[in-house]
């Protein structure tokens, strides 16, 4: 049996979490309301989530004294961010159980890596290149066409660390501006929809899959989601075993999200962009608008729990609340049938995640 396999948390056990923004708060209240405890690892004094624990840790990721202390501290340990550095999951992985798996990281940090592995499982994306230099740049550019999506292979979110290259740009300056030597060209999709499938898989290899989300974004971070998307019933079933797929190959425990275009035409209908290994923005309509939420379904699956069958309880929502669009609270409040989540951060900065709002008809 895999070390995975051997996690079963009792209530009153205490899971870590690594990161302290909104998901690791979202996942510790998920986690109280079946009776476990939480403790929070975060480099952030203002980190949302230490709100809603007893015991938080605040150290950088590079603190190995700190790991080790809170891994003692905690039965298993999961991450609300897939950026963790490597060396902080080696530290606690000795110590603890870490799940989703720690080597899931490798792949899903590096969009080359990631893109390379779903093309090997035969799914579908965009067409892609390898860029290191300028000239490398000019060569995917040949190959691919324009217009094209250059990306930073690692760090990159929200948008930040792309830019969409045009017949007329000049290719030297976008290079030297996006500051890297390793990044992708994909093509430019020229999507109808973007959807996502938020999945949760157990220790045992069992699959529960949320309804397929339509995402609206703007200014590249996402704005409206909806469930479920307005696709075709077999569309929606081949997103969801693409997800399905993904999470059984990569062995997965724990809940993730894959990022998907829907295409317009007779070609291949569905292409995958982006996984996301943790719970995503995409599935905060599951708090109020089905039976289990994605945060619930985490927790269950790293605890070792069975997972839950999610129902829908209509067509729902999720609004979210950026930056000063916080300041709106108060109407929101007063909006019937609206639920309200704040997060509990301090300042309202352009772009920054404060909140959102679920509705269900
Ligand atoms: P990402 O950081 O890869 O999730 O990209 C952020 C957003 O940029 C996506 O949700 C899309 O709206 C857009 N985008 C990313 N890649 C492409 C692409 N290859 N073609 C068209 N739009 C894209």
Redesign the pocket.
């Known amino acids: 049996m895999t070390r995975s396999g051997q996690v079963k948390l009792k209530p009153g056990d205490t899971v870590g979490i690594l990161g302290g923004g909104q998901l690791g708060r979202m996942l510790a209240m998920a986690a109280a309301r079946l009776g476990l405890r939480c403790q929070v690892f975060s480099p952030d004094p203002d980190s949302p989530a230490f709100d809603v624990v007893l015991n938080a840790t605040c150290a950088e990721y590079a603190d190995v004294e700190a790991l080790e202390l809170f891994a003692n501290d905690v039965d298993v340990i999961t991450y609300e961010f897939e950026n963790v550095p490597a060396a902080a999951a080696m530290v606690l992985d000795a110590r603890r159980p870490v799940l989703p798996n720690r080597k899931i990281l490798e792949t899903t940090q590096d ?1 080359l890596a990631e893109k390379d592995f779903v093309k090997r499982l035969g799914i579908g994306t ?1 067409d ?1 290149a390898d860029v290191c230099s300028a000239s490398s740049l000019q060569t995917a550019i040949s190959r691919i066409g324009l ?3 250059i ?1 930073t292979r690692r760090f ?7 830019a ?1 290259i045009r017949a007329a740009d000049d290719i030297d300056r976008i290079w030297t501006e996006l500051g890297t030597r390793s990044a992708i060209l ?6 109808e929809r ?1 959807v996502s499938v938020i999945a949760a898989r157990s220790a045992d290899g069992h699959i529960e899959c949320f309804d397929v989300t339509e ?1 609206e ?1 703007r200014d ?1 971070i ?1 704005k409206i989601s909806r469930a479920p998307a307005a696709i075709p019933a077999e569309l929606a079933e081949q997103a969801r075993s693409i997800a399905a797929g993904i999470a059984d190959a990569l062995d997965y425990v724990g809940v993730l999200a894959v ?1 998907m ?1 829907v295409l317009a035409g007779d070609g291949p209908k569905i ?1 995958v ?2 996984i996301a290994p943790r719970v995503h923005n995409s599935g905060h309509w599951t708090l109020d608008g089905a039976s289990i939420s994605q945060f619930e379904q985490h927790i269950r699956a790293i605890a070792g729990w069975p997972l839950g069958k999610p129902v829908r309880h209509g067509h729902v929502t999720m609004t979210n609340l950026i930056g000063d669009e916080i300041n709106d609270y108060v109407q929101w409040l007063t909006v019937p049938g609206a639920t309200v989540h704040l997060y509990g951060k301090g300042s309202p900065r352009p772009g920054r995640k404060m909140g959102h709002v679920t509705q269900v008809d």
């Open positions: 969009r965009a892609y217009p094209a999506v990306k990159g979110y929200d948008g930040k660390g792309q969409i994909e093509a430019y999709v020229p999507f973007e995402n974004h590249h996402l990022e275009f292409l962009n982006e």
